[in-house]
């Protein structure tokens, strides 16, 4: 079966830092990314990685302080968090899309992924 396992999330202080690991079984993905829902939001796009080329994306809010990664050998993408701040709390989901893409907002978008974690809850203190 295909599954994906978050794990690393925890609480922190404002200023620390978190990774957040996203360990995949049962096939391969095109690409793979980290999107967050805090309670009473939307689910947004955090960041996102694609497989084989390794190619990075970001929003804006976490570029220069969130770093993906992948461990081909492990099938494992993480996501390093550093300078963390309150308004990063929220449960992080991990997802992974089967099917390659012509432009990369796909792998920007929710409805671009065909997989997902259960999520890991990242909270960050004042």
């Known amino acids: 079966q295909v599954q994906l396992v978050e794990s690393g999330g925890g609480l922190v202080q404002a200023g620390g830092s978190l990774r957040l690991s996203c360990a995949a079984s049962g096939r391969t993905f095109y690409g793979m990314g980290w999107f967050r829902q805090a309670p009473g939001k939307e689910r947004e796009f955090v960041a996102a990685i694609r497989w084989s080329a390794g190619s990075t994306y970001y929003a ?3 570029k220069g302080r969130f770093t993906i990664s992948k461990d081909n050998d492990k099938t494992t ?6 300078s963390l701040k309150p308004e990063d709390t929220a449960v992080y989901y991990c997802a992974g899309r089967e099917k390659g893409f012509s432009a990369s907002i796909y792998l920007q978008l929710a409805a671009g992924y065909d997989y997902w974690g259960q999520g890991t809850q990242v909270t960050v203190s004042s």
Do not use: G, P, R
């Not at 993408?77 to 550093?82: A, D, P, R, S």
């Open 60 to 62: 804006d809010s976490v």
């Open 77 to 82: 993408v993480y996501l390093q968090m550093n």
